[in-house]
């Protein structure tokens, strides 16, 4: 019998909830643990040998250990949900597309202003803002007429602006104006096996 993998988290953590939540739509068996980041252990052996750069998530499947939450999302769709990711070039390369915004502007904007008022980082909240608009515009655009970022079903595509574009009022950028946006979030939400991450105004040490 196979032991489920292991999802080394935090529960304020976006990039976490991204892995914990598609390991929860895709229905593969998961254990989570949570790392005590106010407290370091993310610096700290025995994470730190899992991921030298002290981040969560990480996930451990048997031998295989993988930390960034986008190379997870992959390896777990290749290997366990490939209706997640489309085996076609071009699907596949607009999936892509989505991943890296979830890494730049998304990361960038919302996360980022996210991380001022929950984390009381030290960031530019005016650069913040103006990068959240930017990507959420690009985004309301794409997704006029369509229930999904890519193709006709759910991939890692939404998930991975998922859980930052939710929660983007925690850093005070608004989703008002922004409808297909909120299409696409409830969406995610209506999937079965769909888990949240906590809403906070907490200020707490991030290790994100």
Same mark, same amino acid.
């Given at each position: 019998?196979?032991?489920?993998?292991?999802?080394?988290?935090?529960?304020?953590?976006?990039?976490?909830?991204r892995?914990?939540?598609?390991?929860s739509?895709?229905?593969?068996?998961?254990?989570?643990?949570?790392v005590?980041?106010?407290?370091?252990?993310?610096?700290?052996?025995?994470?730190?040998?899992?991921?030298?750069?002290?981040?969560?998530?990480?996930?451990?499947?048997g031998?295989?250990?993988?930390?960034d939450?986008n190379?997870?999302? /992959?390896?777990?769709?290749?290997?366990?949900?490939?209706?997640?990711?489309?085996?076609?070039?071009?699907?596949?390369?607009? /999936?892509?597309?989505? $991943?890296? $915004?979830?890494?730049?502007?998304?990361?960038?904007g919302?996360?980022?202003?996210?991380?001022?008022?929950?984390?009381?980082?030290?960031?530019?909240?005016?650069?913040?803002?103006?990068?959240?608009?930017?990507v959420?515009?690009?985004?309301?655009?794409?997704?006029?007429?369509?229930?999904?970022? /890519?193709?006709d079903?759910?991939t890692?595509?939404d998930? *991975?602006?998922?859980?930052?574009?939710?929660? *983007?009022?925690?850093?005070?950028?608004?989703l008002d104006?922004?409808?297909?946006?909120?299409?696409?979030l409830?969406?995610?939400?209506?999937?079965?096996?769909? /888990?949240?991450?906590?809403?906070?105004?907490?200020?707490?040490?991030?290790?994100?």
């Amino acid at each position: 019998m196979s032991q489920p993998i292991r999802i080394h988290s935090f529960p304020l953590s976006g990039h976490a909830h991204r892995v914990r939540l598609f390991a929860s739509l895709a229905g593969i068996d998961h254990e989570v643990i949570d790392v005590d980041l106010p407290n370091g252990a993310h610096k700290q052996e025995p994470f730190i040998s899992l991921n030298p750069a002290g981040q969560v998530p990480v996930m451990e499947d048997g031998d295989t250990v993988i930390s960034d939450a986008n190379a997870i999302l /992959v390896y777990l769709a290749r290997k366990y949900a490939p209706s997640y990711i489309p085996s076609d070039p071009k699907g596949e390369a607009e /999936v892509q597309k989505f $991943l890296t $915004l979830a890494a730049g502007e998304i990361a960038f904007g919302p996360a980022a202003a996210r991380l001022i008022t929950v984390f009381g980082a030290p960031l530019d909240a005016d650069f913040c803002q103006a990068t959240a608009d930017k990507v959420l515009g690009k985004l309301e655009a794409h997704l006029a007429g369509r229930e999904y970022l /890519v193709g006709d079903s759910p991939t890692i595509a939404d998930i *991975a602006i998922y859980t930052y574009t939710a929660h *983007a009022p925690e850093g005070n950028v608004s989703l008002d104006a922004y409808p297909n946006v909120q299409k696409l979030l409830n969406n995610v939400e209506a999937l079965d096996g769909f /888990v949240g991450m906590p809403k906070t105004e907490a200020g707490l040490s991030s290790g994100e």
